[in-house]
């Protein structure tokens, strides 16, 4: 353990991550659901590193950033201590961040557009190497969120995997924030169904528990483990 650990505001992390896992397994258990079948992306955006090692101490292992730079800043040093980190990207990816982002993250959940595919395909065809990749769609059809149409998803995920070659895993959604989640999660699982994809990354502070009554195999949890984003 290191110093930082009793700080003020640390602890909490680790009373919020058992809570939050007794949440995990009580959900699971209600919808008939094995708890090690539910992965939990501690979303670790706007927090500082030494913040971020309370959740890694507790042995948390797997992180959500939205933002390369700011990833590029932080993990880094981060894996140095805890060389089996698996670091997801959560946020849009610019074309021209490609090559920092396979370098960072092991897992793209916001791949969401043809040109952002063929880069990917690109890099991964001069380096031999890509990160596992998930489609982000868009299911409340919101202009300005990202994320591939949900009446597009079907030959966007064939273009991906038949035509490009890319390790889609995985589907991931971002509900709109002033609606009921549950229908975009519904949505989200019968795409996956008949594209048969297995991982599907839906629900954050607010409604993770839904989520996975609905499947979600992975939740994005920010707020409820490491507090408000003060910036
Ligand atoms: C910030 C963020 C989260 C976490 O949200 P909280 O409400 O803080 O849990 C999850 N997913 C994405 C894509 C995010 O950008």
């Known amino acids: 353990m290191s110093d930082h650990d009793l700080s003020s505001g640390n602890s909490d992390v680790a009373q919020n991550l058992r809570d939050i896992q007794d949440n995990i397994n009580a959900a699971c258990k209600a919808a008939d659901r094995d708890p090690d079948a539910v ?5 670790s955006k706007n927090h ?8 890694l101490v507790e042995g948390r292992r797997v992180f959500g950033e939205n933002r390369v ?10 894996r140095d201590e805890f060389p089996d980190v698996e670091l997801h ?9 490609v090559k920092d982002a396979a370098r960072l993250f092991d897992v793209i959940e916001t791949v969401d557009r043809p040109k952002l595919a ?9 380096t031999g190497s890509c990160p596992d990749l998930f489609i982000q769609i868009n299911t409340g059809e919101e202009p300005q969120k990202a994320g591939i149409a949900p009446g597009d998803a079907d030959e966007f995920i064939a ?6 070659n890319l390790p889609i ?4 959604c971002i509900p709109p924030v002033d609606e009921e989640p549950a229908p975009h999660f519904l949505l989200l699982g019968k795409i996956a169904d008949r594209r ?12 993770y528990e839904a989520a996975i009554r609905f499947g979600a195999t992975h939740v994005r949890v920010g707020t409820a483990i490491f507090g408000s984003r003060g910036y």
């Open 39 to 43: 992965t939990l992306v501690c979303v």
């Open 48 to 55: 500082e590193a030494d913040h971020v090692r309370t959740a």
């Open 69 to 78: 730079q700011e990833a590029a800043g932080k993990w880094p040093g981060l």
């Open 89 to 97: 990207l959560i946020g849009p990816l610019q074309t021209n961040k």
């Open 118 to 126: 063929r880069a990917l395909a690109k890099h991964r065809d001069a």
């Open 159 to 164: 273009m991906c995997r038949d035509e490009l």
């Open 169 to 172: 895993t995985g589907l991931m």
């Open 196 to 207: 048969g994809i297995a991982i599907r990354s839906m629900g954050m502070s607010g409604d």
